[in-house]
């Protein structure tokens, strides 16, 4: 079986041609009452014409879900019948698409430019050149291999011996490409900043930054779907990929307190989670590495888009954290020195109470398995005043977004050292 999974695999990547999205709309939807939620809940979990950017949480907040030029009918039904307010934000998804991608590609370098989103060759190349630019601060490695076989690389930034460490894990999720724009800046400026904050977090803390944590699902949306999300392993004859943020271990597929796994047991389904933890030899790669290093690390940081938020666990439970105060003060401050940087307004809190159930996830699988006790996922740009653009985030906010992230991550390690960390 796994010889015929293997074949069509070869078949399809041999003959896929790029999938595009000209006239595909996304919406906005108003989530007013429990019908609508139920049915929305329902339509997210069972159709495979549908794809939603956000899931149906609660009443009172708002979905965005991306319909299909053949399910306009179909929708404009659904929103009848439920009475449901919605918005088009994008009218034609190809176009932003098409406006994100660059008019000429870097194909190898040994620098890398910010006005571009750039390929998994050039990361790894100039993730390799920081090393041998500096030697003493900057030792690269490879934690593991992707299920196509492409490196998981690791940069460990230490400048002074004795430091307690922060693990970033970047680009977890295909689609969300200005998650590793965003951690090679912040490498660049950590190497290259002359401001003195930088400095000190940079010098005193020991920083370990997987960039691109799912290399294949990256590669291809920059060949075949842009719109992408999981791995590319082989599941069955129609089905690939795992959500890797639904495959650790720690409250794998456990239900929240209203029976929401936020996962999915369909290997089809966006959020699958996989036929067990662990399944994906990146989420193993990640989970191995803090194995053999465990008790180094203060802080744990995933960074996605889009949300404008900062994450803490539990993605399964709405209960107060032991450290609670802890974690939503030294959130709160990442928060206010992002905001002070652009104005771009950060939402602080649990995950399953201000965005929605997530079970398996790797902040939990940091906090909950390896007692990491500072644990984040950031939730970056995408939509807001600036224009709406989901995950294709136009190049021209990359630095944007970095240089907020980066002052974010000034004010984290400064307010958690207030409560003994990262000293």
């Known amino acids: 079986m796994k010889l015929l999974y293997l074949f069509l695999f070869f078949i399809v990547a041999t003959h896929a041609e790029k999938a595009r999205f000209d006239n595909y709309r996304i919406y906005r939807i108003q989530l007013e009452n429990e019908d609508q939620l139920k049915a929305l809940r329902q339509l997210a979990e069972t159709s495979d014409s549908y794809n939603f950017w956000s899931y149906p949480k609660k009443v009172g907040t708002s979905i965005e879900v991306m319909v299909p030029p053949h399910q306009f009918s179909h929708f404009s039904d659904i929103t009848k019948s439920l009475s449901l307010h919605h918005e088009i934000i994008i009218k034609n998804l190809q176009e932003v698409f098409d406006n994100e991608q660059p008019r000429k590609q870097t194909k190898f370098a040994s620098f890398m430019e910010w006005t571009e989103y750039q390929s998994i060759e050039t990361i790894h190349e100039w993730l390799d050149s920081l090393q041998v630019e500096f030697p003493n601060w900057v030792t690269v490695s490879t934690i593991g291999h992707s299920f196509q ?5 690791l940069l460990k930034l230490s400048k002074n011996t004795g430091n307690r460490g922060v693990f970033v894990e970047s680009h977890v ?6 998650a590793s724009a965003t951690t090679t800046y912040i490498i660049d400026q950590f190497l290259r900043s002359s401001n003195p904050e930088v400095l000190d977090i940079s010098a005193n803390v020991d920083w370990y930054f997987l960039v691109i ?7 291809y949306t920059r060949t075949e779907n842009r719109n992408w999300r999981k791995t590319r392993s082989v599941q069955s004859p129609l089905c690939w990929g795992v959500d890797p943020n639904r495959n650790f271990a720690h409250n794998w597929m456990v239900p929240d307190e209203y029976g929401v796994t936020g996962s999915s047991t369909s290997p089809c389904s966006d959020v699958f989670s996989g036929i067990q933890p662990f399944s994906e030899p990146e989420t193993f790669a990640v989970h191995n590495f803090l194995s053999n290093h465990t ?6 940081l995933d960074m996605h888009s889009y949300d404008h938020s900062i994450l803490y666990p539990y ?5 107060l ?34 965005l929605y159930a997530a079970s398996g996830n790797a902040q939990d699988h940091a906090y909950g398995h390896f007692n990491i006790p500072l644990s984040f996922t950031f939730e970056m740009r995408g939509s807001g005043d600036y224009g709406n653009f989901g995950f294709a985030l136009p190049p021209r906010f990359i630095i944007p977004n970095a240089e907020e992230v980066l002052e974010a991550y000034i004010g984290l390690v400064q307010k958690a050292r207030e409560f003994g960390r990262l000293n």
């Open 149 to 153: 076989g492409r490196a998981l690389k």
């Open 213 to 219: 944590t799912n290399p294949d699902g990256y590669e």
């Open 295 to 300: 008790g180094m690390f203060d802080v744990y």
């Open 321 to 354: 954290l032991p450290n609670e105060n802890e974690v939503k003060t030294v959130g709160d401050a990442a928060a206010a020195r992002l905001f002070a940087k652009h104005g771009i307004r950060y939402r602080v809190g649990n995950q399953a109470l201000i």
């Open 315 to 319: 993605g399964n439970s709405r209960s």
């Open 173 to 178: 999720h295909a689609r969300e490409w200005v």
